[in-house]
């Protein structure tokens, strides 16, 4: 039986009406988070079940392939191209919706959404999340989950290449 994942992803060409349409067909609480996640790890998994657990949907914007590299994070990465990763995303069933984004920071698009949560990982202070002061002055809240896993993308790369 196949996935149909498709429904549950924005197109990376979507418009603004289109992202609006998706975002109000799911049921709030809303919540939002994002990264570039490109090698779906457990640490990734676990950290999108708590952040859905905070609301009635999740919605993970997704870095495009252009954003990722601007982050510095290796001439190769991401490893996965944007349509893999967001696919990946969409069949997870704590993830309510994926939306690419190709900006350094996803702060238009958490501006467009108005999320009623505002989610990263452990790594980040509440005070320091992108968007955190649009989602704070329209009632919501942003939150810092702590990573039950310590798993990375990197880490994981420099181990397969290492050959341990």
């Known amino acids: 039986m196949m996935l149909n994942t498709q429904r549950k992803v924005i197109p990376a060409n979507a418009d603004i009406a289109s992202i609006d349409a998706m975002v109000s067909a799911l049921p709030r609480p809303l919540v939002f988070t994002n990264g570039c996640f490109d090698i779906l790890h457990r640490g990734h998994a676990t950290y999108l079940e708590q952040a859905r657990n905070l609301g009635s949907a ?5 870095n495009s392939d252009a954003s990722v590299k601007r982050q510095g994070k290796g001439d190769d990465r991401p490893v996965n191209c944007l349509e893999d990763r967001m696919s990946v995303l969409a069949s997870l ?55 039950q896993f310590e798993r990375s993308t990197t880490a994981l790369l420099k181990k397969i290449r290492s050959g341990g």
């Open 58 to 62: 999740l919605i993970v914007g997704v």
């Open 93 to 147: 069933e704590c993830v309510g919706a994926v939306v690419s984004f190709d900006e350094d920071t996803p702060f238009l698009l958490i501006q467009q959404i108005l999320p009623d949560h505002l989610v990263k990982g452990g790594d980040w202070l509440p005070k320091d999340i992108v968007g955190g002061d649009i989602v704070t002055a329209h009632g919501g809240q942003v939150h810092s989950i702590a990573f």
